[in-house]
């Protein structure tokens, strides 16, 4: 059955640095997503993403957070500065249509 | 928020019982899905229920929806111990993004 990878799965990183969390999609799909899930809490939207642009985002989605997909097969979530609480399980998903998602295992980025 | 709660918050069964979650949201929606996570895992997707659907059926998997109460439910019957898992339901809304909002999850531990 085809998956969503996501690399690394897990990353520790200082406060200040910038990190890139890595996705590679189910192949034809159309749709693809992250998310975010602090230790404990609900799992919070972040981004979506559709023919090359960004579609909707959240208010956790500021300028520190970008997204891209660079080649056609990756799609990957850049924290340019991150922050003690940015440190969370970050899920990448993709859906051929608008729902019917499939998730990453997850990134466990954890900033020290 | 967009959301509601899921109750019970935990719920701590026998093998062979019957588990029931409910889940309750605020605005109309377009469909709601449940996810099952394992401690530490990613998210699997189990069901999806569409607006105009009231009940649905996937295995041992029993999912019911009320539009009028803003409600669902999703009933496990002859649980297992592999069953233990934390459950989510996700609404997703008529908008073009395929953005869903999580509830807060049920913790489910099924006794061998």
């Known amino acids: 059955e085809p998956e969503v990878t996501q690399t690394p799965s897990h990353q520790v990183t200082q406060m200040g640095q910038e990190v890139i969390l890595r996705c590679v999609p189910i192949?034809?799909?159309?749709?693809f997503y992250w998310y975010r899930q602090i230790l404990g809490q609900k799992v919070e939207f972040l981004v979506s993403?559709?023919?090359?642009?960004?579609?909707?985002k959240s208010e956790i989605f500021d300028d520190q957070f970008s997204v891209e997909r660079p080649d056609g097969s990756n799609f990957t979530l850049k924290i340019r500065s991150t922050k003690l609480e940015d440190s969370a399980m970050y899920f990448c998903?993709?859906?051929?249509?608008?729902?019917?998602?499939?998730f990453g295992s997850g990134t466990r980025l954890t900033v020290v | 928020s967009q959301q509601g709660e899921e109750d019970p918050q935990a719920l701590s069964i026998q093998e062979g019982e019957n588990a029931t979650m409910n889940c309750s949201y605020k605005?109309?929606?377009?469909?709601l899905q449940w996810y099952r996570q394992n401690s530490g895992r990613g998210l699997v997707h189990l069901i999806l229920?569409?607006?105009?659907?009231r009940e649905k059926h996937s295995g041992r998997l029993r999912v019911t929806l009320d539009t009028s109460k803003k409600s669902s439910s999703l009933l496990i019957t002859a649980s297992r111990a592999a069953d233990t898992a934390s459950y989510f339901c996700?609404?997703?809304?008529?908008?073009?993004?395929?953005?869903?909002?999580f509830g807060q999850g049920t913790t489910l531990q099924v006794k061998p």
């Open positions: 998903a993709s859906s051929q249509l608008l729902y019917g998602y499939t």
């Open positions: 192949s034809n799909h159309l749709y």
């Open positions: 229920i569409r607006s105009n659907e």
């Open positions: 605005t109309s929606i377009n469909n």
């Open positions: 993403f559709y023919n090359n642009e960004i579609s909707e």
């Open positions: 996700a609404t997703g809304y008529s908008s073009n993004t395929g953005k869903l909002i």
